[in-house]
T-cell receptor
Framework: DADVTQTPRNRITKTGKRIMLECSQT?????MYWYRQDPGLGLRLIYY???????NKGEISDGYSVSRQAQAKFSLSLESAIPNQTALYFCATSDFRASELFFGSGTQLSVL | QQQVKQSPQSLIVQKGGISIINCAYENTAFDYFPWYQQFPGKGPALLIA?????SEKKEGRFTISFNKSAKQFSLHIMDSQPGDSATYFC?????????????FGTGTRLQVTL
């Protein structure tokens, strides 16, 4: 079983719809992250959380919200999806005071 | 503002050749420089990393060369193999103890041909 699991793997939605991407991990890490990958732009941080009660904005948080339901679960929501949110989304985890990120396999989101 | 510039965007190398990917950074406070490797349909995974107190780090066929004065670092893949075909991301961080500080480059898509 994967250590960092993202659901769904693929999602097609329409402009204006609310959508939630989910992430769960079995690595026992406290820290969780949501990244967005776009061709030619690399990986950009959307939100991160150091523990259940800690939520922080990344460099591109506008239009997104997150919820840390438990140490092992971190979800990303698009309240009203727009086409330029079409991208590959990754959840990642890291251990306390460690620099290495462990990524899930990604969710390909298309907003029509 | 792009803090880590990566080139080339794509690279084709013959089997057995040397693949070279370059990155340049602007912020002299960066003190941790990892490379991540991403295969199609998978998330990135840490490949190799270097800190600025050394000029080179080698792990198998993969080598990071670091030039602090030029603010540049590069990944060299010796004896490139088709299995190395992937997207490679360089990154840089200010606080080595916090992964949230990582700034990624734009990625290089490497194809190793037979």
């Amino acid at each position: 079983d994967a250590d960092v699991t993202q659901t769904p793997r693929n999602r097609i939605t329409k402009t204006g719809k609310r959508i939630m991407l989910e992430c769960s991990q079995t690595k026992g890490h406290d820290r969780m992250y949501w990244y967005r990958q776009d061709p030619g732009l690399g990986l950009r941080l959307i939100y991160y959380s150091f523990d259940v009660k800690d939520i922080n904005k990344g460099e591109i948080s506008d239009g997104y919200s997150v919820s840390r339901q438990a140490q092992a679960k971190f979800s990303l929501s698009l309240e009203s999806a727009i086409p330029n949110q079409t991208a590959l989304y990754f959840c990642a985890t890291s251990d306390f005071r460690a620099s290495e990120l462990f990524f899930g396999s990604g969710t390909q989101l298309s907003v029509l | 503002q792009q803090q880590v510039k990566q080139s080339p965007q794509s690279l084709i190398v013959q089997k057995g050749g040397i693949s070279i990917i370059n990155c340049a950074y602007e912020n002299t406070a960066f003190d941790y420089f990892p490379w991540y490797q991403q295969f199609p349909g998978k998330g990135p995974a840490l490949l190799i990393a270097i800190r600025p107190d050394v000029s080179e780090k080698k792990e198998g066929r993969f080598t990071i060369s670091f030039n602090k004065s030029a603010k540049q670092f590069s990944l060299h893949i010796m004896d490139s193999q088709p299995g190395d075909s992937a997207t490679y991301f360089c990154a840089a961080s200010i606080d080595t103890g916090t992964a949230s500080k990582l700034t990624f480059g734009t990625g290089t898509r490497l194809q190793v041909t037979l």
